[in-house]
């Protein structure tokens, strides 16, 4: 198991440092041009009020606040995978619009006087160290996959390469059932963690009002 999961990180390691570098760079420009980027953050944060909304109506437990970030999680996640085939297009923009998001939170909260990395800290660390991977791997295999389309479609004009390309595509494919289970279950302990640690550790250090920064990403 352990050579197995070795290999897939072997093999997928550029694509997560691509989606590293997307995402760090959306977050760049999220935090150095908030006016340029207000509008778009703005309708990307009324999304994550619609999930807050629903958890609320919900009854707002625990289990519904867990089952809600979860299965939100999951879906963008393979959905970031398997849409990749589309010649990466939808991973490359997921990760340079969460990026965006989290950028643009981090200076809103330090324009108006709270440290953008006590909210860092306190209310995405927590359960990001097991969130954020899980994403930019899932994003990271989606890009994997759309570079394999293009390569595919270029074999029209080199079609010396089937032989390589075919068999970059056998060894994708059989290593992409563990590459889910590998996302889900860093998204279930990351799922976990903020509902429950999150909100206290949040609560704690910047007071009740700020709680609902831990659903922001």
């Known amino acids: 198991m352990n050579r197995r999961l070795q290999r897939l990180w072997l093999d997928n390691k550029r694509f997560f440092l691509t989606a590293c570098l ?7 420009l999220g935090y150095l041009q908030v006016p340029g980027v207000e509008s778009m953050a703005q309708s990307l944060m009324g999304q994550v009020k619609e999930i807050v909304e629903r ?17 939100n999680n999951v879906l963008s996640s393979l959905m970031m ?14 990760m340079l619009t969460n990026g965006v998001l989290l950028g643009f939170i981090m200076s809103t909260y330090g324009a108006s006087g709270i440290s953008p990395w006590l909210i860092f800290s306190a209310g995405i660390l927590p359960h990001g160290i097991f ?30 390469n089937l032989e390589r390309v075919k068999n ?13 289970l ?6 279930l302990i990351a799922a976990i963690v903020e509902s429950t640690i999150t909100p206290l ?5 910047v007071g009740e009002q700020m709680q609902q920064v831990n659903l922001l990403k």
């Open 22 to 28: 997307l995402f760090f760079g959306g977050g760049l």
């Open 81 to 94: 995978m398997a849409l990749g085939l589309f010649f990466a297009f939808f991973p490359i923009i997921g």
């Open 201 to 205: 550790i949040l609560k704690a250090v």
């Open 168 to 180: 970059d595509w056998q060894g994708t494919l059989r290593q992409f059932p563990a590459a889910v």
């Open 182 to 187: 590998t996302v889900i279950g860093l998204l």
């Open 55 to 71: 958890i609320k109506e919900s009854g707002g437990g625990v289990f519904a606040t867990f089952w809600m970030i979860f299965s």
């Open 131 to 160: 969130e954020l991977p899980a994403v930019l791997f899932a994003a990271g295999i989606g890009i994997r996959l759309g570079l394999l389309s293009l390569r595919s479609v270029g074999l029209l004009f080199v079609p010396h």
